[in-house]
């Protein structure tokens, strides 16, 4: 018998191969890290326990051990965290050179979202800039902590900070440069530039510290942003005062971890591609039939409405994903839909079409569509769909219901101008009241449209 620590340190050392490379595997903060060779480069990815849709990401730009408060709470919130190592680089062209191909290698192998969250400590400024201002439609947002903004500050020593002459040598051969003067004129560092950055909107959030004496935010951040706002950019700049401020300042506590979290969240949202499941409610959901399905191995489902229900084609989808589903379970479908048919005759024809058929486990209605251009009453759309509800519930109080909201031009009219159709609020009430399942299409495919997933005429 293996002995458990043995599992777990057999999981920490545990390395594969992706591409041809070698991968370690360890845990970082309980999430899996992968550790890897990229060009020679070290490099790293953290990744969530659950991804949220889209595997949005942020990239952090050198110091990747420093000050990790967000990194872990955007990672526990679904969020992948990218590394590599190009250090002593300082943000130089060829570096970015190898940013641009780490991208591509993490899209090709993760399938991240296109669109990344750009975080920069010191030094990282310079990087998170650099790549930025040549990647400006794959930036989501910028995070930067007492971000170098200009190397003629830091390293160079040539304003009122400290400067680093052994760094302000590498940075030299870095970027080619062959003296100062060629160095000072330099005209790209992030303070430079900024234009793009500005007509995109890209939001910038840096967090400083007001005695920094390395890296002074009169010459770095204050300076940037300041252009950035003439610009029209969206900035940001929160001073930590709070605790002590170590490193001559430039070391200083994050007061506020969780704002840098909600700022890179909020501001990535809009590009995450549309969740289905955010048009889902569950309310006491569909456990008494996969029960059955997953026990008893048999089941019966039936389809109840109008064409939606009567036309093979969403209909027979949804009866291959359950025999997919669930395999070694005998399927009965029951195709009980009639074109143009709505709430009332379906509660009339219930007898006749569905429970005639036998004990039912599993059914979906919809009604929306029909009952609307059917131009039934409020009243009546919910007395019947009611009347449909409890009848059902009284030839098998365990059946499972979900009631479907498809689309129409009508509704997404209806949803485009910030209201609710109403045979949908009408129906709503029946499965709240009753504790339905239900799925809504209309505000799925209208939202999906208006994001340019695909359009009403063409597909």
């Not at 310079?126 to 930067?144: E, G």
């Amino acid at each position: 018998m293996i002995h458990k620590y043995t599992v777990t340190i057999w999981l920490l050392l545990f390395t594969f191969c992706l591409n041809g490379q070698q991968q370690e595997i360890s845990i970082w903060k309980g999430y899996e890290r992968h550790d890897f060779q990229f060009e020679g480069r070290a490099a790293r990815l953290i990744v969530p326990k659950q991804a949220l849709t889209g595997n949005p990401w942020v990239w952090r730009a050198r110091f990747p051990d420093w000050h990790t408060e967000a990194d872990s709470i955007l990672i526990s919130e679904g969020y992948h965290l990218a590394y590599i190592n190009t250090n002593n680089a300082f943000g130089s062209p060829e570096s970015m050179e190898v940013w641009d191909r780490f991208y591509d290698f993490l899209q090709k192998e993760y399938q991240l979202l296109p669109k990344v969250a750009l975080m920069g400590v010191s030094r990282g400024g310079l990087f998170v800039y650099s790549w930025a201002k040549r990647n400006v439609d794959k930036v989501i947002c910028i995070y930067a902590e007492a971000p170098v903004c200009d190397f003629k500050s830091w390293p160079g020593g040539f304003g009122a900070g400290i400067g680093n002459p052994k760094s302000w040598e590498t940075l030299k051969k870095a970027y080619n440069f062959p003296s100062d003067e060629v160095a000072k004129a330099y005209a790209n560092n992030p303070i430079d530039n900024l234009e793009p950055l500005a007509v995109a909107k890209i939001p910038i959030l840096h967090m400083i510290g007001l005695e920094d004496e390395v890296v002074p935010p009169q010459e770095n951040t204050f300076r940037l942003v300041d252009r950035y706002l003439r610009l029209g950019g969206p900035a940001t700049i929160v001073p930590c005062t709070e605790g002590p401020q170590k490193l001559h300042g430039h070391h200083f506590e994050l007061e506020t971890p969780q704002f840098i979290a909600d700022f890179i969240q909020y501001h990535t949202q809009k590009w995450l591609p549309i969740n289905a499941s955010n048009y889902h409610q569950l309310y006491d959901g569909l456990a008494n039939s996969q029960m059955r399905f997953e026990r008893e191995r048999k089941g019966r489902i039936a389809f109840l409405g109008g064409s939606i229900t009567y036309n093979p084609g969403w209909r027979d989808s949804i009866a291959d994903y359950f025999t997919q589903r669930f395999p070694d379970t005998e399927f009965e479908f029951v195709e009980a839909g009639i074109p143009s048919m709505g709430t009332t005759p379906a509660a009339f024809r219930l007898e006749r079409d569905v429970l005639s058929k036998g004990k039912i486990d599993l059914l979906f209605e919809e009604a929306a569509v029909n009952d609307a251009t059917n131009r039934r009453s409020k009243t009546e759309q919910i007395r019947a769909l009611e009347g449909i509800v409890r009848n059902l519930r009284q030839h098998n109080p365990a059946m499972d219901i979900v009631l479907m909201h498809f689309v129409d031009p009508d509704k997404m009219k209806t949803y485009n101008g910030g209201q609710v159709p109403e045979v949908i609020q009408n129906h709503n009430q029946v499965a709240q009241h009753y504790r339905i399942p239900t799925i809504n299409l209309a505000k799925e495919v209208t939202d999906r449209i208006n994001n340019q997933e695909f359009t009403w005429e063409a597909d």
